[in-house]
């Protein structure tokens, strides 16, 4: 007897359809798996058996063949272990084969027939439906998560016992937008048994899918005093994200400024929030599966990481900081103290935005658009360039020593950062100032108009920030006024500029010209942004 269910797997962050078959034949009772399985999978067997036999049904007392298909693809983890078993049960006649035909079905079982959630439920879906598969079978865990996917059935399961019964128990989850937002309507749950019994989402207490949902940040910039000109350059960072890198001596507020970049970076969009939210229900870190990650990421990762740990890696590789960080930001603190290894893994993904991984058997591709976030201080002491009257934080380190600390951050990885902005002592005045500190509510004003003027200019594109243009967008978009050509070409000469810097400043121009809603680049839009390159070549 044959019969034949579909499940899924991960590859990356992406899902990938498999085929469970399942055949039953005469012979001494035996069950094996083939298809290339893990030790997870080919573990799935005693838990399949003990489940089929704790919930009343009978395992079969022939030999059972599994074979996940196809079969050149490394298979992981226990979400086939309910597929296996609703495969054996259809295929032996215990339950009807229509109920779980043309369905994915994910899911692993406990020994007594319960369904546990898994990991990259998102991914797996979205791979259902680029196969027309509109009718998916997941743990009860996981329901919340499966239904932000439209256009999909999901039925929700909580133990295998519950398919003894002739209903099936299903969620459906419209979506609705509105004005760009989108907005939650209401959950059926629906019963072949009995009727259909609505209830609102806002009832279970479950955030709606507009951004009102989002956390208040704790941080704000009205936290710090002074340091304007860094504030700006923030601004500047959060409105194209754009890369940058802070220098200045220690307690200068370097780190206090980095982490409140968050505060001021515009709201994703919903494609972006279900990106983001896939890499993190992969990546086993979806804490909460009621709603999606809303908030663009900041990982901060410690000095001590692996190039593996930052990057992504492991056997079968899983995401690291930097994947984390997809459309968020990714905060290096004391960038010379990494590892050279790892910050040189930086430069491809910071220029492709993919993670590509290759393996014996598969390369494995993780996205990676963020925003670097960089800090050091200009010397080992940290006291290069002081000015302190007293004395007492003067430089004391050699000429060959400010090299060599110089030197574990490359020169490509550097020209790959648009701003590099000082970050000096605070004046005494400006601590006590009666003055308001530029808070994040009012940068973040600014930022978003900024945005929305890049979204409207690349609305038929596909671009959503100026860091992204390239090649003939970049020249039709970052169109120079006669003036700020002159400056250009003057600047590339004198300051000795690479054709990768040259086309960084021009980003970094369109994205000043648009924060003083200019529609064409004008001299003072490339003058500042040539100030933020200067500070790498004066540290030359």
């Not at 439209?150 to 609705?176: C, F």
């Not at 609505?198 to 910039?221: F, I």
Request: contains cysteine; charged residues 20%; aromatic residues 6%.
């Amino acid at each position: 007897m044959y019969g034949k269910v579909t499940s899924a797997c991960l590859h990356g962050v992406d899902g990938r359809l498999i085929e469970v078959e399942v055949d039953l034949s005469n012979g001494l009772p035996q069950m094996n798996i083939v298809g290339l399985p893990d030790s997870a999978v080919k573990e799935s067997i005693e838990r399949v058996r003990a489940a089929i036999k704790n919930c009343g049904f009978t395992f079969p007392l022939q030999r059972i063949t599994v074979n996940l298909a196809p079969a050149d693809i490394r298979k992981e983890g226990a979400a086939f272990d309910l597929a296996i078993a609703l495969g054996i049960l259809a295929t032996s006649g215990q339950i009807d084969k229509q109920s779980v035909e043309n369905t994915l079905i994910i899911g692993e079982l406990s020994l007594d027939g319960s369904v546990r959630p898994v990991p990259g439920v998102l991914s797996m879906l979205e791979a259902a439906l680029k196969h027309g598969i509109r009718q998916v079978i997941v743990p009860a865990g996981n329901a919340e998560e499966a239904g932000w996917i439209s256009g999909i059935e999901v039925r929700p399961e909580s133990h295998l016992m519950g398919w003894s019964r002739i209903q099936a128990t299903s969620v459906v989850r419209a979506h609705t937008y509105v004005v760009g937002t989108e907005q939650a309507s209401a959950c059926t749950f629906q019963s072949k048994a009995r009727g259909s019994v609505a209830c609102q989402y806002a009832d279970e207490g479950t955030p709606s899918l507009d951004t009102e949902g989002e956390q208040p940040h704790q941080d704000d910039y009205a936290d710090v005093s002074g340091q304007l000109h860094v504030k700006r350059a923030l601004m500047i960072s959060a409105a194209g994200m754009h890369n940058i890198i802070l220098i200045g001596p220690p307690g200068t507020g370097k780190t206090m400024l980095a982490k409140r970049l968050p505060t001021i970076l515009p709201p994703m969009n919903e494609q972006e929030s279900l990106d983001v939210t896939k890499i993190y229900s992969v990546s086993g870190k979806f804490a909460d599966r009621r709603q999606l990650v809303r908030q663009r990421p900041f990982r901060a990762p410690h000095h001590t990481i692996s190039a593996a740990g930052l990057v992504g890696g492991g056997g079968v590789p899983k995401p690291g900081e930097i994947s984390l960080a997809h459309r968020g930001v990714l905060f290096l603190d004391e960038l010379p103290e990494f590892s050279r290894a790892a910050l040189e893994v930086l430069r491809q993904p910071i220029e492709d935005r993919w993670v590509t991984i290759g393996r014996a058997k598969a390369v494995y591709r993780f996205p990676a658009h963020f925003l670097l976030a960089a800090s050091m201080n200009p010397c080992p002491c940290g006291y290069l360039g002081s000015s302190d009257p007293s004395g007492s934080e003067l430089c004391v380190c050699s000429p060959l020593k400010i090299a060599q600390y110089r030197s574990k951050v490359s020169g490509p990885l550097l020209d790959r950062i648009d701003l590099h902005v000082e970050v000096p002592k605070v004046p005494y005045n400006e601590l006590n100032t009666p003055i308001k500190p530029l808070s994040s509510a009012e940068m973040r004003a600014c930022v978003e108009v900024a945005h929305g003027i890049q979204l409207e200019r690349y609305r038929s594109s596909g671009y959503t920030f100026n860091s992204e243009l390239s090649g003939r967008a970049l020249r039709e978009h970052c169109r120079l006024e006669l003036n700020a050509a002159k400056l250009l070409e003057r600047s590339f000469t004198t300051l000795g500029l690479s054709v990768r810097s040259y086309d960084r400043i021009m980003k970094l121009s369109r994205t000043i010209a648009d924060l003083d809603g200019a529609g064409e680049v004008q001299a003072q839009h490339v003058a500042e942004a040539l100030q933020y390159r200067s500070l790498d070549r004066k540290r030359g």
